[in-house]
């Protein structure tokens, strides 16, 4: 059976294997979410050992028991943003993409941030990437855009687009 399920990780450690090569496929396969390609697997393992806090949780999409997708909901725990959280780097493995894998996690995110007592989401993503598309298609409204944001492979400077969803 080739079902999907979508569950918060507690912690990376046992599937610090898994979570690596995920993260190694997309900036491979060009995702812009902080690293450059070629990533190397112990900066990839680097990353995951500390990317779990109280206020960062980490869900993954797993398809056969293999996990090919993540997302994280960082939680603001300022004074003046308790009521908003960030998406931050949601990752579908590239063979695995457009089969609604993102649309769940996305799903999944917005529902335990409003179990949160969440009111507001935000989230960036590079300028012409398709998660634009995934973002409107989910209720995100573009609030701008910031034009020389991130670096690629080859030096030039990319536009990034900052969203929001009011839940």
């Known amino acids: 059976m080739n079902q999907m399920i979508v569950e918060q ?4 450690e046992e599937h ?16 812009s979410i902080g690293f450059l390609p070629p990533l190397q697997l112990p900066e990839a393992m680097n990353y995951w050992e500390d990317v779990l806090s ?4 980490l869900f993954v999409a797993k398809r056969n028991n293999r996990i090919v997708g993540s997302v994280q909901l960082h939680l603001c725990e300022k004074p003046n943003g308790v009521h908003r959280a960030e998406i ?4 579908t493995h590239p063979h695995y993409r457009r089969n609604g894998i993102g649309r769940s996690l996305m ?3 917005e529902k335990r941030a409003i179990k949160e007592g969440k009111s ?3 989230l960036d993503t590079r300028e ?6 995934l973002y409107t298609s989910l209720g995100f409204i573009q609030a701008g855009r910031i034009p020389n944001y991130a670096q690629s492979e080859t030096g030039e400077l990319q536009a990034t687009n900052i969203y929001y969803k009011v839940l």
């Open 54 to 57: 109280p206020d960062v949780i």
């Open 88 to 91: 931050a780097k949601l990752m």
């Open 9 to 12: 990780l507690f912690s990376t």
């Open 128 to 133: 012409g990437d398709p998660s634009n598309l």
């Open 107 to 109: 799903e999944k995110v």
């Open 120 to 122: 507001l989401l935000v």
């Open 16 to 31: 610090m294997e898994e979570l690596s090569e995920l993260l190694i496929q997309v900036v491979d396969d060009g995702a």
